[in-house]
């Protein structure tokens, strides 16, 4: 699996999970994110997370599509 570190901006305490999967190139698309998160291919901390607008802090593990998001 590739890891992918990503550090949220300056000020910022979350991005959400939609967000965060444009921003590292996983999806090309917001609706692409929506439809991933909402089939359930993408966990969160080793769990299937469902919440399109899931608050994603420093310290979380996203998983899909044989990545790894490590939040910084």
Do not use: W, Y
Request: charged content about 30%.
């Amino acid at each position: 699996m590739k890891t992918i570190k990503f550090k949220l901006r300056e000020g910022e305490e979350f991005i959400q999970l939609i967000q965060l999967l444009k921003a590292t190139s996983l999806v090309d698309s917001g609706a692409t994110a929506q439809f991933v998160v909402s089939e359930g291919m993408v966990k969160r901390n080793g769990e299937v997370e469902l919440r399109k607008r899931a608050k994603c802090i420093p310290g979380d593990v996203i998983e899909f599509n044989h990545q790894v998001i490590e939040l910084m």
